[in-house]
């Protein structure tokens, strides 16, 4: 069963960012939180990964609080084609499984 | 650098007959795993596998699903006798097995089944 939690949908407008956000309060020290996101039915997409430390990437941003119980997926400046599901994930080295919950499905519009 | 490839992308089977999904890592990429997605759900785990070994089945189910990964082609899910409640949409994942943080798992397109 999943261990992250997830609005299950949320909207923003073209050109804004988007904060997606994600309760992980179970969260082992050695799994890693990973997000992927879902156009339409087509294959996950992976967009960015972390520890315990902010990451970024060319797609977005990661925000994860100090205590590791959440995060914060960033989209800087959406257009319309990140209307997608957002899937964060707690992934582990030890057991390399990907646990998907629900996501939230983000719609941007113009 | 192709990305993971799973053909065919549509199957239709008919309640009874059998159902062979095909998986093909990306290049460089030594472990698969096969996910199972039901309409308006999301991905569940089925199955991890490096070249001829299955690494962790606890999601598959027990009766009817095998998978195997050999030395030489692509990784396949096979269904048995399928039911109505085998439609859904299966997706492969691959990833380099090195371990550590660059081990990120890529997904294909998926292929998706559906059983009348």
């Known amino acids: 069963d999943a261990k992250t939690t997830q609005p299950p949908s949320m909207d923003c407008a073209e050109g804004r960012a988007a904060n997606l956000p994600c309760n992980h309060s179970?969260?082992?020290?050695?799994?890693?939180v990973y997000w992927y996101r879902q156009i339409h039915s087509q294959g996950p997409q992976y967009i960015i990964h972390?520890?315990?430390n902010n990451e970024t990437n060319e797609m977005a941003s990661l925000i994860i609080t100090e205590d590791r119980k959440s995060s914060t997926l960033i989209l800087p400046h959406a257009t319309l084609r990140d209307t997608a599901v957002y899937y964060c994930?707690?992934?582990?080295?030890?057991?390399?499984?990907?646990?998907f919950g629900t996501g939230t499905r983000l719609q941007v519009f113009p | 650098n192709a990305g993971v490839m799973q053909n065919p992308r549509h199957l239709v089977r008919r309640r009874g007959q059998e159902a062979r999904l095909r998986c093909s890592p990306m290049k460089g990429h030594s472990h698969v795993y096969w996910y199972r997605q039901l309409p308006e759900e999301g991905l569940k785990f089925m199955v991890y596998?490096?070249?001829?070994?299955?690494?962790?089945e606890s999601g598959m189910p027990k009766e009817r699903f095998s998978a195997e990964f050999p030395k030489e082609g692509p990784s396949i899910l096979r269904i048995q006798q399928v039911v109505r409640g085998d439609s859904a949409a299966y997706f492969c994942?691959?990833?380099?097995?090195?371990?550590?943080?660059?081990?990120?798992?890529?997904f294909g397109p998926g292929t998706r089944l559906t059983v009348l």
């Open positions: 994930t707690e992934f582990s080295y030890t057991t390399d499984k990907l646990i």
């Open positions: 994942a691959s990833s380099p097995g090195t371990g550590g943080s660059t081990d990120t798992q890529y």
């Open positions: 179970t969260i082992s020290g050695n799994e890693y």
């Open positions: 596998l490096q070249k001829e070994n299955i690494i962790d």
């Open positions: 972390g520890l315990k």
